[in-house]
C-alpha cells in the first residue's frame, strides 16, 4: 500500500477544528482507495509565536519539506495584532510560501448544487471559476517602510513584479485553462500601473503559446463588476498577489459562504501547502461552530495536485455536495434543513464517502 507523508499545520483560532475533520476524511478517502497517510504536526502563526518565538520556526519548514504536501488550518488573531508586521503570524504565511518557493495559489469557487439558491447574485447558479493568483510578489513582497514627509507621518508599499515572475504564473494559469473550458481572463491595472503594463505585456506574450485559450484582459475594477454581472462566464482568473486576493473572495461570496473556498499554493514540483481560505475567526474558536468544508475540499486538492489520487478526490468533492444536501453549519442558509456544527458536519462527510 502506498503512504504519503502529511504535514499539518493546524495554526490558530479556529485552524485545528477545521483541520480535524478534512484529516478524518483524508483517512477514510485512503481507506476506499487504497492508500495511506503518514501526520506530522508542526506550529505555523500565532502558536508559534507564543511557543517558539517566532511565527514560522525551522522545524515546521523541515517537516515540510520532508512531506509530500501541507494541510493548513488558519493564523492570526486580536492577540497578536500589536506585534511588528514581520514578527506577526501572518508572517508566517509569507514566509512558508517564499521559503517553499509556492508561487501558484489555486482559488476555485463553484456553487455547489444544494446552495443554488444561496448566493447574494442571482445568476450565479452556473458558476465555476478558479482564481489563479501569484503568491510571492507584488505588494505584499514588496519593499515598504513608514516616513514623515514635511512634519506629516506617510506609508509606503511597493508594487513590483519581473517578467519571470509574470511567465511563470500566467503558464500555470494556461495550463489550468487547458484542463477546463479554455478560457482566461487576466486581470490588471494597466490604465495606470506600470507594474500592471508590464503584466499585460507578458501575459499577451504568453498567450501566443496557447491559441487553444480564449484569453481577454480585464482592468480589476472592472473584473470585479463582471463577476457579479456575469459569473457564469468565467472559466479561470490570471490576477497578481494583491487583485487574486480580492477577487477570490468576491468568488468566495457569491458560492455563498467563504466557508466554502479552498485553495492550493503550488511550485515548480508536486509539493503543495493546501488551506481554507477564511480566517482563524478567533471570535467563534472552541465553540463547534466553524465551518469545515473549505478545509475539508482544500484536502481534495491535496489528493489531486500534490497526490496525483485523483479518484479520491473527485469522490471526496461529491461527498461535501451530498452533506450540504443534509445539513448546514450557521454561516449557510438553512433551507428548512438541522444546522449543526463543525464536528457533526464532518460526520455528515464522512457518511456521505462511505
Known amino acids: 500500500m502506498k503512504e504519503y507523508r502529511i504535514a499539518l499545520l493546524p495554526g490558530d483560532g479556529i485552524g485545528p477544528e477545521v483541520v480535524a475533520p478534512a484529516v478524518q476524511a483524508l483517512e477514510a478517502a485512503g481507506r476506499l482507495f487504497g492508500f495511506s497517510l503518514r501526520f506530522e504536526t508542526a506550529r505555523i502563526g500565532g502558536a508559534a509565536i507564543d511557543a517558539d518565538g517566532t511565527p514560522l520556526p525551522e522545524e515546521t519548514l523541515a517537516v515540510c519539506r520532508r512531506s509530500d504536501a501541507a494541510l493548513m488550518g488558519a493564523v492570526g488573531g486580536p492577540k497578536w495584532d500589536t506585534l511588528p508586521g514581520d514578527r506577526r503570524p501572518e508572517a508566517g504565511l509569507l514566509g512558508i510560501r517564499g521559503a517553499l518557493g509556492l508561487f501558484a495559489n489555486l482559488r476555485p469557487a463553484k456553487v455547489f448544487s444544494p446552495l443554488a439558491d444561496a448566493s447574494p447574485v442571482k445568476n450565479a447558479g452556473q458558476m465555476d471559476v478558479l482564481v489563479v493568483r501569484e503568491l510571492t510578489g507584488g505588494i505584499y513582497f514588496g519593499r515598504r517602510g513608514r516616513l514623515t514627509q514635511d512634519g506629516v507621518a506617510a506609508a509606503f508599499d511597493t508594487e513590483q513584479y519581473s517578467v519571470p515572475e509574470i511567465e511563470r504564473i500566467a503558464r500555470a494559469a494556461f495550463d489550468a485553462a487547458a484542463r477546463r473550458r479554455g478560457k482566461l481572463a487576466s486581470v490588471d491595472k494597466a490604465n495606470v500601473l506600470e507594474s500592471s503594463r508590464l503584466w ?117 468533492e461529491a461527498a461535501v455536495d451530498a452533506a450540504l444536501a443534509v445539513c448546514r453549519t450557521p454561516d449557510l442558509p438553512a433551507a428548512g434543513l438541522p444546522v449543526v456544527g463543525t464536528a457533526a458536519m464532518g460526520e455528515a462527510v464522512l457518511d456521505a464517502l462511505r
Do not use: K
Open 200 to 316: 499585460r505585456e507578458t501575459v499577451t506574450r504568453v498567450a501566443r503559446e496557447y491559441p487553444q485559450i480564449e484569453t481577454e484582459h480585464l482592468y480589476v475594477d472592472n473584473a470585479a463588476m463582471q463577476l457579479i454581472r456575469r459569473p457564469g462566464s468565467f472559466d479561470v482568473v490570471l490576477a497578481s498577489n494583491l487583485f487574486g486576493d480580492i477577487l477570490s473572495d468576491e468568488a468566495a461570496m457569491l458560492s455563498g459562504s467563504i466557508g466554502l473556498l479552498p485553495s492550493a499554493s503550488l511550485g515548480a514540483g508536486a509539493f503543495g501547502l493546501y488551506e481554507p481560505v477564511h480566517g482563524s475567526a478567533p471570535d467563534i474558536a472552541g465553540q463547534d461552530r466553524a465551518n469545515p468544508l473549505a478545509t475539508i475540499l482544500s484536502a481534495a486538492m491535496l489528493l489531486r495536485h500534490s497526490l496525483g489520487e485523483t479518484a479520491a478526490a473527485d469522490r471526496l
